[in-house]
Protein backbone atom coordinates (compact mmCIF):
# COMPACT_ATOMS: atom_id res chain seq x y z
CA UNK A 1 0.00 0.00 0.00
CA UNK A 2 1.17 3.57 -0.90
CA UNK A 3 -0.02 5.81 1.24
CA UNK A 4 0.54 6.16 4.61
CA UNK A 5 -2.38 7.55 6.78
CA UNK A 6 -1.78 9.00 10.54
CA UNK A 7 -3.12 10.93 13.05
CA UNK A 8 -3.14 12.52 16.39
CA UNK A 9 -5.85 11.52 19.15
CA UNK A 10 -6.07 12.42 22.68
CA UNK A 11 -7.77 10.09 25.72
CA UNK A 12 -10.98 11.91 26.70
CA UNK A 13 -12.44 11.14 30.08
CA UNK A 14 -15.58 13.40 29.75
CA UNK A 15 -17.87 11.51 28.17
CA UNK A 16 -21.87 11.62 27.09
CA UNK A 17 -23.38 13.62 24.63
CA UNK A 18 -23.43 16.47 26.28
CA UNK A 19 -19.22 15.93 26.12
CA UNK A 20 -19.16 14.99 22.74
CA UNK A 21 -21.26 18.29 21.83
CA UNK A 22 -19.32 20.40 23.71
CA UNK A 23 -15.98 18.84 22.33
CA UNK A 24 -17.26 19.29 18.45
CA UNK A 25 -18.81 23.19 19.36
CA UNK A 26 -15.72 24.31 21.38
CA UNK A 27 -12.76 22.41 20.48
CA UNK A 28 -13.17 21.69 16.92
CA UNK A 29 -12.29 17.63 17.65
CA UNK A 30 -13.58 14.71 16.50
CA UNK A 31 -15.52 12.56 19.50
CA UNK A 32 -14.41 8.78 18.80
CA UNK A 33 -13.42 5.04 20.60
CA UNK A 34 -10.98 2.33 20.01
CA UNK A 35 -11.87 -1.32 20.39
CA UNK A 36 -10.68 -4.44 19.96
CA UNK A 37 -7.73 -7.17 20.18
CA UNK A 38 -8.89 -8.28 23.53
CA UNK A 39 -8.23 -4.43 24.95
CA UNK A 40 -10.36 -2.32 27.08
CA UNK A 41 -11.70 0.42 24.62
CA UNK A 42 -10.51 3.93 24.51
CA UNK A 43 -12.11 7.18 24.12
CA UNK A 44 -10.64 9.42 22.13
CA UNK A 45 -11.02 12.90 20.34
CA UNK A 46 -9.02 13.82 16.91
CA UNK A 47 -9.06 17.38 15.34
CA UNK A 48 -12.02 17.85 12.69
CA UNK A 49 -9.54 19.23 10.05
CA UNK A 50 -7.20 16.31 9.94
CA UNK A 51 -9.51 13.68 9.53
CA UNK A 52 -11.85 15.51 7.54
CA UNK A 53 -8.40 16.28 5.44
CA UNK A 54 -7.47 12.14 5.40
CA UNK A 55 -11.10 11.28 4.57
CA UNK A 56 -10.84 12.76 0.85
CA UNK A 57 -8.64 10.19 0.22
CA UNK A 58 -10.31 6.79 -0.61
CA UNK A 59 -7.48 4.96 0.43
CA UNK A 60 -8.43 6.17 4.21
CA UNK A 61 -11.10 3.79 4.22
CA UNK A 62 -9.63 0.66 3.52
CA UNK A 63 -6.31 1.25 4.62
CA UNK A 64 -4.47 0.39 8.09
CA UNK A 65 -3.86 3.88 10.35
CA UNK A 66 -1.74 4.88 12.50
CA UNK A 67 -3.36 6.89 15.63
CA UNK A 68 -0.99 8.31 18.10
CA UNK A 69 -2.69 8.50 21.25
CA UNK A 70 -1.25 10.93 23.23
CA UNK A 71 1.97 10.07 21.81
CA UNK A 72 1.37 6.15 22.08
CA UNK A 73 0.88 4.46 18.33
CA UNK A 74 -1.98 2.32 17.48
CA UNK A 75 -2.64 0.10 14.44
CA UNK A 76 -6.42 0.67 13.46
CA UNK A 77 -8.87 0.65 10.80
CA UNK A 78 -12.10 2.92 10.81
CA UNK A 79 -14.62 0.94 11.25
CA UNK A 80 -17.62 3.32 11.60
CA UNK A 81 -18.14 6.57 10.54
CA UNK A 82 -21.03 9.11 11.77
CA UNK A 83 -21.58 12.14 9.47
CA UNK A 84 -24.05 15.39 10.26
CA UNK A 85 -27.32 14.97 8.36
CA UNK A 86 -27.07 18.97 7.05
CA UNK A 87 -23.70 19.89 7.24
CA UNK A 88 -20.01 19.15 6.13
CA UNK A 89 -18.85 18.05 9.86
CA UNK A 90 -17.89 14.58 10.67
CA UNK A 91 -19.30 13.30 14.62
CA UNK A 92 -18.17 10.46 15.26
CA UNK A 93 -15.72 7.59 14.24
CA UNK A 94 -15.04 4.18 15.14
CA UNK A 95 -11.60 2.28 15.00
CA UNK A 96 -10.96 -1.04 15.32
CA UNK A 97 -7.34 -2.45 16.32
CA UNK A 98 -5.79 -5.07 14.17
CA UNK A 99 -2.81 -7.14 15.00
CA UNK A 100 -0.45 -8.36 12.17
CA UNK A 101 -1.13 -12.24 12.44
CA UNK A 102 -5.05 -11.53 12.82
CA UNK A 103 -7.58 -11.48 9.81
CA UNK A 104 -9.67 -8.36 9.54
CA UNK A 105 -13.16 -7.42 7.89
CA UNK A 106 -12.48 -4.27 5.56
CA UNK A 107 -15.18 -2.70 3.23
CA UNK A 108 -12.39 -2.38 0.21
CA UNK A 109 -13.92 0.57 -2.40
CA UNK A 110 -14.62 -1.38 -6.03
CA UNK A 111 -12.99 0.53 -9.10
CA UNK A 112 -14.49 -0.58 -12.55
CA UNK A 113 -12.39 -0.04 -15.77
CA UNK A 114 -12.88 -0.12 -19.24
CA UNK A 115 -16.29 1.10 -19.18
CA UNK A 116 -15.55 2.88 -22.56
CA UNK A 117 -14.25 -0.91 -23.70
CA UNK A 118 -17.27 -3.00 -22.53
CA UNK A 119 -18.94 -4.79 -25.30
CA UNK A 120 -22.26 -4.93 -23.84
CA UNK A 121 -22.21 -0.85 -24.03
CA UNK A 122 -20.10 -0.31 -27.17
CA UNK A 123 -21.77 -3.37 -29.70
CA UNK A 124 -25.15 -3.86 -28.05
CA UNK A 125 -25.95 -0.09 -27.15
CA UNK A 126 -26.90 -1.41 -23.28
CA UNK A 127 -26.05 0.55 -19.66
CA UNK A 128 -24.26 -0.64 -17.53
CA UNK A 129 -26.12 -0.79 -13.68
CA UNK A 130 -23.74 -1.36 -10.82
CA UNK A 131 -25.60 -3.07 -7.91
CA UNK A 132 -22.14 -2.99 -5.42
CA UNK A 133 -19.96 0.00 -5.04
CA UNK A 134 -17.22 -2.04 -2.08
CA UNK A 135 -16.68 -5.51 -1.38
CA UNK A 136 -17.08 -6.98 2.09
CA UNK A 137 -13.28 -8.94 2.31
CA UNK A 138 -11.12 -10.79 4.91
CA UNK A 139 -7.30 -10.90 4.81
CA UNK A 140 -4.11 -9.80 7.37
CA UNK A 141 -3.04 -6.67 7.34
CA UNK A 142 -0.81 -6.35 5.39
CA UNK A 143 -2.47 -7.84 2.54
CA UNK A 144 -5.23 -5.30 2.67
CA UNK A 145 -5.59 -3.61 -0.89
CA UNK A 146 -7.03 -0.12 -1.53
CA UNK A 147 -8.94 -1.22 -3.83
CA UNK A 148 -10.20 -3.81 -5.97
CA UNK A 149 -10.54 -3.84 -9.78
CA UNK A 150 -13.73 -5.09 -12.20
CA UNK A 151 -12.87 -5.50 -15.91
CA UNK A 152 -15.62 -4.67 -17.53
CA UNK A 153 -14.38 -5.25 -20.89
CA UNK A 154 -15.58 -8.31 -22.29
CA UNK A 155 -19.07 -8.20 -20.02
CA UNK A 156 -21.95 -8.22 -22.88
CA UNK A 157 -25.59 -7.36 -23.47
CA UNK A 158 -27.51 -8.97 -20.31
CA UNK A 159 -24.82 -10.20 -18.58
CA UNK A 160 -23.34 -10.25 -15.18
CA UNK A 161 -20.21 -10.14 -13.19
CA UNK A 162 -20.17 -12.13 -9.86
CA UNK A 163 -18.46 -11.79 -6.83
CA UNK A 164 -17.38 -15.14 -7.20
CA UNK A 165 -16.03 -13.81 -10.91
CA UNK A 166 -14.18 -10.98 -9.38
CA UNK A 167 -10.09 -11.97 -9.76
CA UNK A 168 -8.84 -10.89 -5.61
CA UNK A 169 -5.51 -10.31 -4.56
CA UNK A 170 -2.92 -12.86 -3.09
CA UNK A 171 -4.24 -13.68 0.13
CA UNK A 172 -7.70 -11.96 0.57
CA UNK A 173 -11.02 -13.57 0.36
CA UNK A 174 -14.78 -12.32 0.24
CA UNK A 175 -17.07 -12.13 3.43
CA UNK A 176 -20.05 -12.67 1.07
CA UNK A 177 -19.15 -15.92 -0.19
CA UNK A 178 -17.82 -17.74 2.82
CA UNK A 179 -21.72 -17.73 3.80
CA UNK A 180 -22.27 -19.70 0.65
CA UNK A 181 -23.20 -19.97 -3.02
CA UNK A 182 -26.47 -18.28 -2.24
CA UNK A 183 -24.87 -15.23 -1.17
CA UNK A 184 -23.02 -14.51 -4.55
CA UNK A 185 -24.69 -11.51 -5.80
CA UNK A 186 -24.49 -9.64 -8.86
CA UNK A 187 -21.84 -7.13 -8.41
CA UNK A 188 -22.07 -5.39 -11.96
CA UNK A 189 -24.15 -6.10 -15.27
CA UNK A 190 -24.93 -4.70 -18.58
CA UNK A 191 -28.76 -3.68 -19.19
CA UNK A 192 -30.40 -4.24 -22.60
CA UNK A 193 -31.66 -1.56 -24.47
CA UNK A 194 -35.70 -0.91 -23.79
CA UNK A 195 -37.59 -3.53 -26.48
CA UNK A 196 -34.15 -5.30 -27.30
CA UNK A 197 -33.95 -9.34 -26.16
CA UNK A 198 -30.70 -10.03 -23.86
CA UNK A 199 -29.56 -13.48 -22.46
CA UNK A 200 -31.34 -13.01 -19.99
CA UNK A 201 -34.79 -12.18 -21.09
CA UNK A 202 -35.04 -13.64 -23.83
CA UNK A 203 -38.71 -13.14 -24.51
CA UNK A 204 -38.25 -9.29 -24.91
CA UNK A 205 -38.67 -8.56 -28.32
Known amino acids: MSNAFELNATVRADLGKGASRRLRRL ?14 AVNISIPHKDIQKALTNEAFYSHIITLHVDGKPEQVVIKALQRHPAKPRIMHADFQRVSADRAIVVAVPLHFINEDKCKGVKIGGGSIIKALNELQISCL ?20 IHISQINLPKGVSSVDL ?17 GIASADNPEKK
Do not use: T, W
Open 27 to 40: AEMVPAIIYGEGKP
Open 141 to 160: PQDLPEFIEVDLSDLGLGEA
Open 178 to 194: AHGHDSDNSVVSVLAPR
